[in-house]
């Protein structure tokens, strides 16, 4: 119990400090760019025209709502962290009381074998999932208070206000809008990330080299970091779908189109060749052919 308390306390700090660059980072995604691209310089020393990064976006949301503003839908996202970091818990703490297994083919099951990577991360998988699909109301209530920024709209204002608004417009599955590419990147991006450690740890890493476990804690992280970008897609289409046709500006033309499923939102932004779009908060170059359409304009 009382690691769970202290797993809470730590992912609410975390969740308090990083929730303004989520916060732009969503109005990036929607394609809200209410400031003109600047002049300035890319790796190569080359000048290109860029859009506002994080801290000229940050600026600007400050100038219009104060540093209160950067915290919008903070609410619902700490009580999605504390649920999910309850649910993640529990549930893992089952799997491990049953014994899971998936892979039981005569290997070691010591700590890195192949067998031993494969239970595990299956167990956090079901762990991770039944904390997405629980927490994932939240979520949604998350990223539409947010978007309000873009139309001024104060529709979704409170957790519970929120809750009644989405189930008398959108009934029980609004809560879930965007769940399956959710769900699919949070799994896709676990297996990529824990198989390509083990490879790179069993085949390239030798255990008479020195440092060994430094540089094993270093492969978690590039494969954690390479996982995450193959599968952003995801992330960017499930947030989409969170907002589309919920009523607000920024789910509305001409930020984002009606979308059916989400698949059709998938081949969308395939096709206009927007499914990168926010990964980057930091360096963001102005798209070739593209021209800057202003204030409530979609710009990428």
């Known amino acids: 119990m009382a690691e769970t308390c202290g797993q809470v306390l730590l992912g609410s700090g975390l969740t308090v400090l990083s929730h303004p660059l989520m916060y732009i980072k969503i109005l990036v995604q929607v394609g809200h760019e209410p400031l003109p691209p600047t002049l300035g310089w890319n790796l190569f ?15 600007h949301i400050i100038k219009i709502d104060g540093k209160a503003g950067l915290f919008k839908g903070l609410g619902p996202r700490l009580c999605a962290g504390t649920i999910g970091t309850i649910v993640h818990g529990k549930v893992l703490q089952k799997c491990h009381e049953n014994n899971l297994k998936v892979l039981n083919i005569g290997q070691k099951k010591e700590e890195g074998s192949l067998q031993y990577v494969v239970n595990e991360t299956t167990k956090e998988m079901i762990a991770r999932s039944c904390a997405t699909i629980v927490t994932h109301p939240f979520h949604v209530i998350t990223l539409r208070c947010m978007v309000q920024f873009i139309g001024r709209e ?41 198989m390509l450690a ?16 430094e ?11 390479f996982a995450s970008m193959l599968t952003y897609p995801f992330v960017l289409v499930s947030n ?26 998938w081949r969308h932004l395939s096709q206009e060749g927007n499914m990168s779009r926010g990964n980057s908060l930091f360096f963001r170059k102005v798209p070739a052919g593209k021209l800057y359409s202003g204030f409530q304009k979609r710009f990428l």
């Open 240 to 265: 989409m779908m969170a907002i589309n046709n919920c009523g607000l500006a920024g789910g509305l033309p001409p930020y984002a189109e009606s979308y059916h499923t989400w698949i059709d939102c």
């Open 154 to 194: 104060t529709k979704y204002s409170g957790v519970f206000d929120s809750i009644i608004t989405i189930y008398k417009e959108d009934g029980i599955l609004g809560f879930f809008a965007g769940l399956i590419p959710r769900l699919l990147g949070d799994i896709f991006s676990l297996w990529i990330c824990n």
């Open 215 to 225: 540089l094993k804690n270093c492969s978690q992280a590039a494969t954690g970091f």
């Open 45 to 59: 020393g080359r000048q290109v025209h860029q859009l506002p990064g994080l801290f000229a976006y940050a600026k």
């Open 198 to 213: 083990h490879f790179i740890n069993s085949y390239a890493l030798d255990d008479s080299m020195s440092h060994t476990s």
